[in-house]
């Protein structure tokens, strides 16, 4: 047997059969949402957070609108419960936010637990014991019912310090840790066992939280053990079900996203996803699943990267740039046919329609980002990408002949530079090599109208004053007629283009012409102040080019004499 080899692990045992119901179901609410960043999150650091950390962590939670927060555990730590007290002695709750702690079955944790909770008016014991299989047979070598005993003498030990405090607002917590893991029978056992002490009611509810702790099998397979739990576990409207799922498998925040489908209520986490291993379920995450589908998440995400500042430097984690949501590449694309539907997409788009852009499952503005990231452009990019940069920062909108033109080059100067190219070396581009201002330049020009535009036009050619008449339907028109009657020249234009300029443009207006001269095609563009004097240039320009390209060794000059 190899080190790396299948046959040692076996599939995770299923939930009896049942009537499923889950996957029928669409989730029409948010859950309650529980922060888990000071406590699972704190404890899977390097280095744990200091009390200054912890309180700014504590406001940005609040800030999200996270009303119950796990913040700590105060009966095992002197920083936690320092914090614990920070927060009651300085008045640091707000109305309607409850702090939970946790505790294991142990009674002098539990009396100190209580002991750092003194002048609250409201807060949630969490009491959790091991019950996997595993955790029974070889971690406390303790049959089903010394499993049990433990979890009702420390409920019974919650109850009664609860009551020394008749003046606060109570709220019972019990986890069947590594749930995940556990007999399906016995958790529903174990649960009714801590039930039967504290015996909740439907005005007094009591919470059943069943961690996925390690991860182990499919979000599917979680969901039908929440499922079954709820509709096997006795009193039903006198539980709330809450479920905290890890990110082994990768699939925390699908196992809680079903979860939801499953009856669970409540939903335990953290800020972008820091915990134990390979993390908590992510918080942000599952609040954008549910908002991205027309769900109020009950939270404000509307300032990512405030969250995204305050948790990486509180707990030292950088988040991956294409973490789901709020990653600084999620709203990028470099594919060119992504870009391209983006950027037709985005045209279409109305104020008061539901959301309708491909590849951008939600307005990033609605989380304060913009479109600046949209669209990159480097050697995998195609037209799309382009074009929109060109029409967002400048105002100029390709025309499809002058596209197809520019964008070969712009994938051969990406290539050369080994890296994405901007708007503005994009524009640079565009210019460069569609536009030539010499040897012919365009000096001045007076158009008259009778029953045809007339044109007078002078022109400076290698440094000579030349002067210019035509007529035609049109400025473009009048110009051509000019000109092949001075030079002979064969010259058409095939195609034409015109609009003003907006963005960061500094002329008004732009013209694309293709020509057709003695035979090559020509494409160029110039800009001006108006469109008649951008496009007497852009037709220039291509004269320009049409000599360039030829090689021809006479002059403009020598063509007109």
């Known amino acids: 047997m190899t080190s790396f080899d299948h046959r040692k692990y076996r599939p995770v045992a299923r939930v009896p059969a049942f009537d499923r119901q889950w996957p029928d179901r669409d989730l029409e609410s948010a859950p309650t949402w529980v922060s888990e960043d000071l406590r699972d999150g704190n404890q899977a650091l390097l280095e744990p957070m200091s009390v200054e950390q912890k309180k700014r962590l504590w406001k940005q939670i609040v800030r999200v609108g996270i009303e119950e927060v796990v913040v700590g555990f105060p009966s095992a730590s002197q920083p936690d419960y320092d914090f614990v007290r920070w927060l009651i002695e300085e008045d640091q709750i707000p109305e309607g936010v409850t702090i939970s702690v946790l505790v294991p079955c142990r009674e002098h944790l539990i009396e100190k637990t209580f002991e750092s909770l003194v002048g609250i008016s409201r807060a949630i014991i969490h009491l959790y014991n091991s019950t996997s299989t595993t955790q029974r047979e070889r971690v406390f070598e303790m049959d089903r019912q010394g499993i049990i005993d433990i979890a009702v003498n420390g409920a019974r030990r919650v109850r009664e310090h609860a009551s020394r405090y008749p003046q606060v607002d109570w709220r019972f917590q019990y986890s069947p840790e590594s749930f995940s893991t556990t007999e399906i029978d016995f958790s529903l056992a174990i649960c009714e066992a801590v039930m039967d002490v504290w015996q909740p009611t439907p005005d007094s509810r009591c919470i059943l ?199 070969p080059l712009v994938q051969q100067e990406s290539e050369r530079l080994s890296g994405e190219l901007s708007s503005e070396s994009i524009r640079r581009l565009l210019f460069a090599t569609f536009m030539r201002e010499a040897p012919l330049s365009l000096v001045d020009y007076r158009l008259s109208r009778a029953s045809e535009e007339g044109l007078t036009i002078t022109l400076q050619n290698d440094g000579e004053r030349l002067e210019l008449e035509g007529k035609g339907n049109g400025a473009m028109s009048a110009f051509m007629n000019a000109w092949q009657q001075h030079t002979g020249q064969q010259v058409g234009i095939l195609d034409y283009n015109e609009h003003s300029l907006g963005g960061d443009s500094d002329a008004d207006a732009i013209a694309f012409v293709q020509l057709n001269v003695d035979g090559q095609r020509v494409s160029a563009v110039a800009e001006d102040s108006d469109t008649v004097s951008a496009s007497l240039k852009a037709v220039i320009s291509g004269l320009n080019l049409a000599r360039e390209m030829a090689g021809a060794s006479d002059s403009l000059s020598a063509m007109a004499e």
């Not at 498998?249 to 800020?271: F, H, I, N, P, Q």
């Not at 989380?367 to 967002?392: C, H, P, W």
């Open 209 to 407: 939280n069943l961690p996925n702790t390690v991860e182990m099998a499919g979000p599917h397979h979680h969901a039908d053990q929440i499922e079954y739990f709820c509709q096997n576990i006795s009193r039903r409207d006198s539980v709330i079900i809450s479920v905290h799922t890890h990110n082994d498998r990768g699939g925390a925040v699908a196992a809680a996203e079903l979860a939801l489908l499953a009856g669970a209520e409540r939903v335990e986490g953290t800020l972008l996803g820091n915990g134990e291993r390979t993390g908590n379920m992510d918080i942000v995450t599952l609040a954008m699943n549910l908002y991205s589908q027309g769900i109020d998440p009950g939270l404000d995400l509307s300032r990512p990267d405030e969250i995204i500042q305050v948790v990486t430097e509180c707990t030292g984690i950088p988040m991956h740039p294409r973490h789901p949501w709020v990653g600084e590449m999620v709203y990028t694309a470099f594919s060119g046919s992504h870009q391209d539907a983006i950027r037709k997409s985005l045209r279409k788009q109305g104020d008061d329609e539901p959301w309708q852009v491909a590849y951008l499952p939600i307005d990033p503005r609605d989380i304060g980002r913009d479109y600046q990231a949209v669209i990159r452009v480097n050697s995998q990019s195609g037209k799309g990408g382009m074009t929109f940069l060109l029409e967002r920062d400048y105002g100029i909108s390709l025309p499809r002949w002058m596209m197809l033109a520019l964008a």
